[in-house]
């Protein structure tokens, strides 16, 4: 319930995890829209790495979006995330990985037993929406 936005209902925290993880994807994705040349070598290490098995942006990135629901092709010139079965351009891919934690949270909310009641009746009450 804090880690709701505030405009529905929570107290607008942020989960340290959640944004750890969130800046993992958000830099897998910035990594393959950069055309630098130093870029382009931080891309082959980070490829190379997974290629041996070892500790990569690109697997962390790929396993948060799974968590998110989000499917992430890392492209060089163009990444793309598919969220909701939208594809989504890489300029937009903070605001789909907030969209889905948004979700994440109302739903593991809504599924609380005393709470979880209260708070889905007052989302569905249209004299207490905010919006």
């Known amino acids: 319930m804090l880690y709701m936005t505030r405009k529905l209902g929570g107290r607008g925290l942020k989960s340290v995890e959640n944004e750890y993880k969130?800046?993992?994807?958000?830099?897998?994705?910035?990594?393959?829209?950069?055309?630098d040349p130093m870029?382009?070598?931080?891309?082959?290490?980070?490829?190379?790495?997974?290629q041996n098995g070892r500790h990569s942006i690109?697997?962390?990135?790929?396993?948060?979006?799974?968590?998110?629901?989000?499917?992430?092709?890392l492209n060089f010139p163009n990444p793309i995330a598919v969220a909701d079965?939208?594809?989504?351009?890489?300029?937009?891919v903070k605001q789909a990985i907030y969209k889905a934690r948004q979700q994440e949270t109302q739903s593991t909310v809504s599924e609380e037993r005393w709470q979880g009641k209260l708070i889905k009746n007052r989302w569905d009450d249209e004299k207490v929406k905010l919006e």
Request: hydrophobic share 45%; net charge positive; with cysteine.
């Open 22 to 35: 969130n800046t993992k994807l958000k830099a897998a994705v910035k990594l393959y829209c950069n055309a």
């Open 39 to 50: 870029m382009a070598v931080v891309r082959s290490f980070e490829e190379l790495a997974v």
């Open 58 to 73: 690109i697997k962390d990135a790929k396993k948060y979006a799974e968590e998110l629901d989000l499917q992430l092709w």
């Open 85 to 92: 079965g939208k594809e989504v351009e890489a300029k937009k």
